[in-house]
C-alpha cells in the first residue's frame, strides 16, 4: 500500500491518566496506568522500544520470551495518521500489584458526571491526551477516531432527548477545537456512533448512537444528539 497513495494508519484506545491527589505513590500509580494503557503501544511504534519501566514490572509477573529480536523492526514502521479513541479518563491512587492488576493502580471514585457505562465525563482528558501525544511523539495527523457516551435513551412522543449526550458531544469537541489552537493538526472527528448498535459484552443494553434503533422493528429515530451534532457541523464550516 506505501507504493500507492493509500495512506496506512492505526487506531488506539487511549486515555489520560492522572494521580487522585499529591501523594508520590499517587504519582508513580498514574505513571504506570499510563505505561500500561498509553505508552505500552505508542512506544514500540514511533520510538521502536517498549517503555523500561513496565518491561521491569512485567518481568517480574510473567515471561517476556514472547517478546523476539525483529519485533520492534517491525512494529516501527512509518505511518501516516494516528486514530485515538477516546471516551474518559481516571484518577488513580497506588495499590498491591497483582495478576489482576499488574501496575498496582486503582481508580477512585469522583464526583465528575457519569454514563450509562459508569465512566467519568472528562472533556479535559481528550485535550491533554492530543496535545500530550503531539508533543511525546511528534506532530502528525490525528483522528480521534471513536468518541462518545452511553445513555439510558427512551422515545417519548417520537422522540429522544438525549441532552446529556449532545453536552457530551459539545464539550469534547470544544476539546478538539482548543487542542488545534495549541498546534496539533487534528484532521478528523468520528462519533461512537452513528447507529444504536452491538456492543461487544454489553449486548444491545448499552445505547452509544446519536439515532435510535428499535431493535424490534429497526426503526430509526435520530435522537436531539443528531440534531444538534447536524447544527455543529454546519456553524463550524470552514470555505476553502
Not at 136 to 165: C, F, H, I, T
Amino acid at each position: 500500500m506505501k507504493q500507492t497513495e493509500q495512506q496506512t494508519g492505526i487506531a488506539l484506545n487511549l486515555s489520560s491518566h492522572y494521580p487522585a491527589d499529591d501523594r508520590p505513590s499517587s504519582q508513580e500509580a498514574a505513571t504506570r496506568a499510563d505505561g500500561f494503557l498509553n505508552r505500552w503501544f505508542l512506544d514500540p511504534v514511533y520510538k521502536g522500544t517498549y517503555p523500561k519501566d513496565m518491561l521491569t514490572i512485567y518481568e517480574k509477573q510473567t515471561d517476556l520470551s514472547f517478546l523476539q529480536q525483529g519485533d520492534l523492526e517491525q512494529i516501527q514502521q512509518p505511518i501516516d495518521f494516528l486514530g485515538i479513541n477516546y471516551y474518559s479518563s481516571d484518577f488513580v491512587e497506588s495499590s498491591p500489584v497483582t495478576t489482576e492488576n499488574p501496575t498496582g493502580s486503582k481508580p477512585v471514585q469522583t464526583s465528575l458526571p457519569k454514563t450509562a457505562m459508569e465512566w467519568d465525563v472528562y472533556p479535559d482528558g481528550l485535550y491533554d491526551l492530543l496535545v500530550r501525544v503531539t508533543n511525546d511523539y511528534g506532530k502528525q495527523p490525528l483522528y480521534v477516531s471513536e468518541n462518545g457516551a452511553a445513555y439510558r435513551d427512551e422515545v417519548v412522543g417520537g422522540e429522544v432527548n438525549d441532552e446529556q449526550r449532545a453536552d457530551y458531544l459539545d464539550q469534547h469537541l470544544q476539546s478538539c477545537l482548543r487542542a488545534i489552537q495549541s498546534g496539533v493538526d487534528l484532521r478528523g472527528y468520528y462519533v461512537w456512533s452513528f447507529l444504536d448498535n452491538f456492543e461487544w459484552a454489553y449486548g444491545l443494553s448499552k445505547r452509544f448512537g446519536v439515532v435510535h434503533i428499535d431493535f424490534t422493528t429497526l426503526k430509526r429515530t435520530p435522537k436531539q444528539s443528531a440534531y444538534w451534532l447536524q447544527a455543529f457541523i454546519a456553524s463550524q464550516r470552514v470555505h476553502s
